[in-house]
């Protein structure tokens, strides 16, 4: 099956002949520059449209309520990680494969676990999955989880909207949702330190060693279960404190993120499966952080760019992502700064600064406000 991200031209069906080889469609710097530029102006529309051109389901996220942190926020069926069950009872955690830009089920998608039992199923699905990098993106808040907890106690509640928006002091769902923090470490903090999850302790969890910078921190961990000893990084870029804006060093996290996994790759016992990219909700940030590592990989790889097509294939697979315009338009200054510091763009590709809406504004307003010259009768 050819990867939705990818944007490429498909072969000409023949019946007996060989399939032409696909074709990449190049484009020039200053093009390039031009379509991330390009205001979205059906972005939602379209992704709506993509999005129901299969209705998805969402049965197991309704059988599994009190395991999922937002109750607005659903996990589909066609792509959630379904988990074994020989570490613990249940197959649900809330997540989902996501295609990258050169591989299918690239990402995974997961929300934060916040109490004991979605941190053994956390690890479980780890184990299943075994990823290549724990990517966590969020401020730790502790005592947010405590609420979490009281919380799932009324989940079923038919008022549990307006009790949700008051847990977060919230005018309404995506304002309670972007106040979210992780609420907890679900993994060890001391060098050193063991940590056990799941019902029986069949995960075991070893800190080996924590290496700090600026606006994150590497744990170089070892995971055993079931007698196999695995090693793992967990990256915990603890600066990203709100949904929005992205961080404007989100680009060092990228490079980060590489050097990290290049250097652990070449261990013999580590991981060698999707990337692992975990935040709250499981969706907003990391949503964010993959349409920027697809689109930036694209550029560099093809000189295309595929913004909108990306998010859009990004939220037919993990529901909830990019729900505002906004989003799309800090992706897009991110990458427009990337294509200029990275010399993809040409000197010509950058045109006249554009006035900011005050100005466009004020402008408006002087040209409304002069009077029509009045031309006498001859």
Same mark, same amino acid.
């Given at each position: 099956?050819?990867?939705?991200?990818?944007?490429?031209?498909?072969?000409?069906?023949?019946?007996?002949?060989?399939?032409?080889? $696909? $074709?990449? !469609?190049?484009?020039?710097?200053?093009?390039?520059?031009?379509?991330?530029?390009?205001?979205?102006?059906?972005?939602?529309?379209?992704?709506?449209?993509?999005?129901?051109?299969?209705?998805?389901?969402?049965?197991?996220?309704f %059988?599994? @309520?009190?395991?999922?942190?937002?109750?607005? @926020?659903?996990?589909?069926?066609?792509?959630?990680?379904?988990?074994?069950?020989?570490?613990d009872?249940?197959? *649900?955690?809330?997540?989902?494969?996501?295609?990258? &830009?050169?591989?299918?089920?690239? *990402?995974?998608?997961?929300?934060?676990?916040? %109490?004991?039992?979605?941190?053994?199923?956390?690890?479980? @699905?780890?184990?299943?999955?075994?990823?290549?990098?724990?990517i966590?993106?969020?401020s730790?808040?502790?005592?947010?989880?405590?609420?979490?907890?009281?919380?799932?106690?009324?989940?079923?509640?038919?008022?549990?909207?307006?009790?949700?928006?008051?847990?977060?002091?919230?005018?309404?769902?995506?304002?309670?949702?972007? =106040? @979210?923090?992780?609420?907890? *470490?679900?993994?060890?903090? $001391?060098?050193?330190?063991?940590?056990?999850?799941?019902? !029986?302790?069949?995960?075991?969890?070893?800190? !080996?060693?924590?290496?700090?910078?600026?606006?994150?921190?590497?744990?170089n961990?070892?995971?055993?279960?079931?007698?196999?000893?695995?090693?793992?990084a967990?990256?915990?870029?603890?600066?990203?404190?709100?949904?929005?804006?992205?961080?404007?060093?989100?680009?060092?996290?990228?490079?980060?993120?590489?050097?990290?996994?290049?250097?652990?790759?070449?261990?013999?016992?580590?991981?060698?499966?999707?990337?692992?990219?975990?935040?709250?909700?499981?969706? %907003?940030?990391?949503?964010? &952080?993959?349409?920027?590592?697809?689109?930036?990989?694209?550029?560099?790889?093809?000189?295309?760019?595929?913004?909108?097509?990306t998010?859009?294939?990004? =939220?037919?697979?993990?529901y909830?992502?990019?729900r505002?315009?906004?989003?799309?338009?800090?992706?897009?200054?991110?990458?427009?700064?990337t294509?200029?510091?990275?010399?993809?763009?040409?000197? !010509?590709?950058?045109? $006249?600064?554009?006035?900011?809406?005050?100005?466009?504004?004020?402008?408006?307003?002087?040209?409304?406000?002069? =009077?029509?010259?009045?031309?006498?009768?001859?």
């Open positions: 099956m050819a990867n939705p991200l990818k944007t490429t031209s498909a072969p000409t069906p023949a019946i007996g002949k060989e399939k032409e080889q $696909e $074709e990449t !469609e190049e484009t020039t710097p200053k093009e390039a520059m031009m379509a991330i530029a390009a205001e979205p102006v059906n972005l939602l529309a379209d992704m709506h449209a993509a999005a129901m051109v299969f209705p998805p389901t969402f049965e197991n996220f %059988n599994d @309520l009190t395991l999922n942190r937002c109750p607005h @926020l659903l996990c589909y069926d066609h792509t959630r990680v379904v988990l074994n069950d020989d570490l009872k249940g197959n *649900y955690y809330n997540a989902s494969f996501v295609d990258s &830009y050169k591989n299918k089920g690239g *990402y995974v998608f997961s929300q934060a676990p916040f %109490n004991d039992r979605t941190t053994g199923d956390f690890w479980r @699905l780890v184990i299943n999955v075994k990823p290549s990098i724990i966590v993106m969020g730790i808040d502790e005592a947010q989880g405590n609420k979490v907890a009281a919380f799932n106690v009324e989940i079923d509640n038919p008022e549990w909207s307006n009790k949700f928006l008051a847990l977060y002091g919230a005018s309404s769902l995506d304002d309670a949702t972007s =106040k @979210l923090h992780i609420p907890k *470490y679900f993994w060890p903090m $001391e060098a050193g330190a063991t940590s056990k999850f799941c019902k !029986e302790k069949t995960i075991q969890v070893k800190l !080996e060693s924590i290496n700090n910078d600026r606006h994150m921190n590497t744990y961990l070892v995971v055993t279960a079931k007698k196999e000893t695995n090693n793992l967990l990256v915990h870029f603890h600066q990203w404190m709100d949904e929005s804006p992205l961080p404007e060093y989100i680009s060092d996290l990228r490079a980060m993120v590489k050097i990290t996994m290049v250097r652990k790759a070449k261990n013999p016992g580590a991981f060698k499966g999707p990337m692992l990219l975990v935040c709250p909700t499981g969706i %907003n940030r990391c949503g964010s &952080y993959a349409a920027l590592d697809i689109v930036t990989a694209r550029i560099a790889d093809e000189r295309n760019v595929g913004v909108r097509e998010m859009i294939a990004i =939220k037919s697979q993990r909830g992502c990019f505002s315009v906004d989003h799309y338009q800090i992706i897009r200054e991110i990458l427009l700064r294509c200029i510091t990275s010399g993809v763009a040409h000197d !010509e590709a950058i045109g $006249e600064k554009l006035p900011s809406k005050k100005q466009q504004k004020k402008k408006k307003a002087s040209r409304v406000s002069k =009077k029509p010259k009045m031309f006498k009768k001859t």
